[in-house]
């Protein structure tokens, strides 16, 4: 990991810590997670807004009275508003994303729910769905939440990562194995 990312890491760490731990005595976890979730999907949408949390040009008073103005359109909540204020006012707003991130895992965690990011080559049923979160359910031993995405380079099959474990059942990694074999064979 290089220095600028594990920075990043770090520093939106601190600020998810905070946060969370204001939210759980405010006993306001579930609203939380909603405001994260919009503003994630807001993030993502918006490349003005990526933009604007990662610009150097811009002043601590600029990016302060855009992200207070965003947040009060979206209705987020105070501990969040409040966050980003300080954050803004600290120049950390480029740790956003993963402050984000790192806020749903910590909420997740609370929960006692496992996250498993999931890649297919072709869109999952709902029936699909709920039978790989059983077996990984069965499997981890937690409640699993997915979040699950297509990814048409697979080919066909999956790819599930719960934590630090990874499965690859995709056909781009089985023929990537084939050609390595046939490769150390002639």
């Given amino acids: ?10 520093v939106a760490g601190r ?10 005595e ?11 979730q919009s503003l994630q999907s ?9 933009e604007m949390i990662s610009s150097p040009i811009l002043s ?12 009060g359109k979206m209705d987020l909540g105070p501990e969040i508003t409040k966050g980003l ?5 600290n120049r950390r707003l480029f740790v956003l994303p993963g402050l984000i991130e790192q806020l749903l895992n910590l909420i997740a965690d609370d929960r006692g ?7 297919s080559a072709t869109p999952l049923t709902d029936s699909q769905v709920a039978a790989l979160a059983s077996a990984l359910k069965s499997s981890v031993g937690s409640d699993i939440k997915l979040n699950v995405n ?37």
Avoid: C, H
């Fill in 85 to 89: 204020g300080l954050m803004a006012e």
């Fill in 1 to 10: 990991m290089s220095s600028s990312a594990s920075l990043t890491t770090g």
């Fill in 42 to 50: 807001v993030v993502a949408e918006s490349p003005e807004l990526r």
């Fill in 60 to 71: 601590r008073a600029e990016q302060s009275s855009a992200i207070t103005a965003i947040a």
């Fill in 113 to 119: 729910e496992v996250t498993a990011e999931v890649s």
């Fill in 150 to 186: 297509v990814d048409e380079s697979l080919i066909g099959g999956l790819v599930v990562k719960v934590g630090s474990r990874m499965v690859d059942t995709s056909i781009r990694s089985k023929l990537a194995n084939l050609q390595n074999s046939m490769k150390e064979v002639g």
């Fill in 15 to 24: 600020y998810a810590t905070a946060l969370f731990e204001i939210a759980r």
């Fill in 26 to 36: 405010n006993r306001s976890l579930p609203k939380l997670e909603a405001d994260l």
